[in-house]
């Protein structure tokens, strides 16, 4: 079970020193803007619990071809979030972020909750008017749920189940950090 995590760090790892493959130019100077909905089963100090976040992805493609990254994911009146700039950078819940840009395609690959990973794929048109992004969460096969402190409620959480719904994209022209 270790063995599967250290082999998925050490890849993401070396997705983030690798060399980044190039963005379109028709892609350069825009945004990009992913959300959904994650249910989760946590179980807590309070017990066993069911909450559903709302998420949120930006995405800038600088003219030098590098992603500014900003995630966000709200819980009733808890709410987190994390930056980056470049490749790789953290989550939320502390663990690994990997982002790569190839031609029309951003794909995002993390470690989260301790165990599980989460592998977004989002396919920019030709032209950049347009996106469509698909998400996959799972959890290291065999593995137990790992205790975590949660960024939204400082509670020592386990992830029991996560399921990943309502996902959509939207592409912006300009920095959407910039306002």
Not at 20 to 38: F, H, L, N, Q, Y
Not at 39 to 44: A, S
Request: proline content about 3%; some cysteine.
């Amino acid at each position: 079970m270790r063995v599967i995590l250290a082999v998925l760090t050490f890849v993401l790892a070396n997705l983030a020193n690798s060399a980044v493959a190039a963005p379109a130019p028709d892609i350069v100077g825009k945004s990009v803007v992913v959300t959904w909905t994650e249910n989760r089963q946590l179980q807590r100090a309070d017990g066993s619990v069911n909450v559903a976040s709302s998420n949120d992805l930006r995405i800038y493609i600088s003219s030098a071809g590098r992603p500014f990254v900003r995630g966000s994911s709200a819980v009733g009146r808890f709410s987190a979030s994390s930056e980056q700039v470049g490749g790789s950078g953290t989550t939320n819940s502390g663990g690994m972020r990997v982002v790569s840009i190839d031609g029309h395609t951003i794909v995002l690959q993390a470690i989260i909750y301790g165990n599980w990973g989460r592998n977004l794929r989002v396919e920019i048109a030709p032209g950049g008017s347009s996106c469509s992004a698909q998400m996959l969460v799972a959890k290291e096969s065999g593995s137990a749920p790992k205790a975590f402190r949660s960024a939204m409620s400082g509670m020592q959480t386990e992830v029991h189940a996560v399921t990943v719904s309502g996902v959509s994209c939207t592409v912006q022209q300009g920095n959407v950090f910039a306002n």
